[in-house]
T-cell receptor, first 111, second 114 residues
């Protein structure tokens, strides 16, 4: 089985940096996804990590440690539009589109 | 490139009724998955279709069923609706064989069961 744990809510200030953590347990690791979901909208893909380390993509970076069952999403230079839920997800198998999602972390960016 | 579109966007049903939700996949995608997202929760996998056949199923009862058509569009049918079926139903398309398995989600159909 798979289990994912994320903080429920976080608040950060515009212009700051925030780190959203995700810890997971899985019997077979096939990568880890991060999705962003604005209220009332579809989830959109942010990142996919399969190897340990940090991957940077503009203001967003994602980190993975397979040995620790741990990932984080780092958001820099926060903007008001970054207020959203951030979902950590594991695929069910290699090439599987069956994702197990965490409950999501609702990030509120305040002025 | 046309994205994933779902219909209807909102609907209200009563307990015991049946509902059909529809999804048009993104152009070029051959795999469609359906997810149920309750308020304040992450999406939960219902099932996936590839080449018009069910290709994986989550922990949902048989009253949740689906179809995929030759043009890769899809339907989700739910029979004997229960109050707990109230949720946002998300359709996601993808291309089997893509490197990352990235899913492209539609905006969802919000179902309320009274």
């Amino acid at each position: 089985g798979q289990n994912i744990d994320q903080p429920t809510e976080m608040t950060a200030t515009e212009g700051a940096i925030v780190q959203i953590n995700c810890t997971y347990q899985t019997s077979g690791f096939n990568g880890l996804f991060w999705y962003q979901q604005h209220a009332g909208e579809a989830p959109t893909f942010l990142s996919y990590n399969v190897l340990d380390g940090l991957e940077e993509k503009g203001r967003f970076s994602s980190f993975l440690s397979r040995s620790k069952g741990y990932s984080y999403l780092l958001l820099k230079e926060l903007q008001m539009k970054d207020s959203a839920s951030y979902l950590c997800a594991l695929p069910g198998g290699a090439g599987s589109y069956q994702l197990t999602f965490g409950k999501g972390t609702k990030l509120s960016v305040i002025p | 490139e046309t994205g994933v579109t779902q219909s209807p966007t909102h609907l209200i049903k009563t307990r015991g009724q049946q509902v059909t939700l529809r999804c048009s996949s993104q152009s070029g995608h051959n795999t469609v998955s359906w997810y149920q997202q309750a308020l304040g929760q992450g999406p939960q996998f219902i099932f996936q279709y590839y080449r018009e056949e069910e290709n994986g199923r989550g922990n949902f009862p048989p009253r949740f069923s689906g179809l995929q058509f030759p043009n890769y569009s899809s339907e989700l049918n739910v029979n004997a609706l229960e109050l707990d079926d109230s949720a946002l139903y998300l359709c996601a398309s993808s291309f089997k064989g893509a490197n990352t398995g990235e899913l492209f989600f539609g905006e969802g159909s919000r179902l309320t069961v009274l």
